[in-house]
């Protein structure tokens, strides 16, 4: 059984329908991921209505110039299915939102997951220090996660090093990513994750392809090859780091 432990359930392109698929490729939790106010909610109404479903609530970088305050309402009270704030981060390739009001936005995001006793799922891209000093100057929760992660070796030692889960993704099997898989196969079993970050980062041999949650076992075997152990071992790590990380209850 796999979780996928970041996908964006419902988005355009793809509908409630992919839980179903989920399932019967074997992948039974999925955790619905907020970028503004309006995919937050649709995670929340997915989550409530589906077993095997959570939920974050969040501002992507890319937003933060609309303010946390649009998200927050969200939060209080947390509905029980809402087991993350974010996601949250810095983007610096983009650069959609003014790079200090990204950082503000961040750092409220930090301190509503700590308040609320929630993970934290971040984003970064090519923003390593700045992502890095304002954990370090906020104080990151006690449990948080490096979604897609993308950096190498150095920077996952970083996170690590920072109490962080790492999730890797899609980018894992592609022929360009060195640095990743190394960064994969440093990084403790059992301080990581596998996630698609669909309908984004469609995983090889269907690169290119709107992603879908039922494709995170081929992210678990390219990590599992990575690091030269059975693909079971992985499977039922990442499993047990999501309930871990997430607090995930399969109860309901």
């Not at 799922?121 to 906020?138: I, N, P, Q």
Request: aromatic share 8%; glycine share 10%; proline share 4%.
């Amino acid at each position: 059984m796999w979780t996928d432990s970041h996908c964006h359930v419902p988005w355009e392109g793809v509908g409630l329908s992919v839980i179903d698929e989920a399932r019967d490729a074997g992948v039974t939790r999925l955790v619905s991921v907020g970028t503004d106010a309006e995919t937050s909610a649709a995670a929340v109404r997915t989550a409530l209505g589906h077993s095997g479903v959570w939920a974050t609530v969040g501002l992507h970088p890319h937003d933060a110039r609309l303010g946390f305050a649009t998200v927050a309402g969200l939060l209080t009270p947390a509905e029980s299915v809402v087991v993350a704030v974010g996601e949250c981060g810095l983007d610096y390739y983009y650069e959609h939102s003014d790079r200090q009001v990204q950082k503000q936005v961040f750092a409220e995001q930090i301190a509503a997951a700590k308040e609320r006793d929630l993970a934290l799922v971040v984003h970064s891209r090519d923003a390593w220090d700045d992502t890095f000093d304002v954990l370090g100057a906020e104080g990151a929760p006690e449990r948080w996660v490096l979604h897609c992660f993308t950096g190498g070796p150095g920077e996952a030692r970083r996170g690590l090093d920072l109490g962080a889960f790492l999730s890797f993704s899609g980018i894992v099997t592609f022929k360009n990513a060195a640095e990743i898989r190394e960064a994969a196969g440093v990084c403790p079993i059992d301080r990581m994750l596998v996630e698609t970050d669909s309908p984004f980062l469609a995983p090889v041999p269907h690169r290119g392809k709107t992603n879908t949650p039922s494709w995170v076992p081929l992210v678990g075997a390219a990590v599992a090859d990575v690091r030269g152990v059975e693909v079971g071992l992985v499977e039922r790590a990442t499993w047990e780091n999501a309930e871990r990380v997430f607090r995930l209850q399969d109860d309901r």
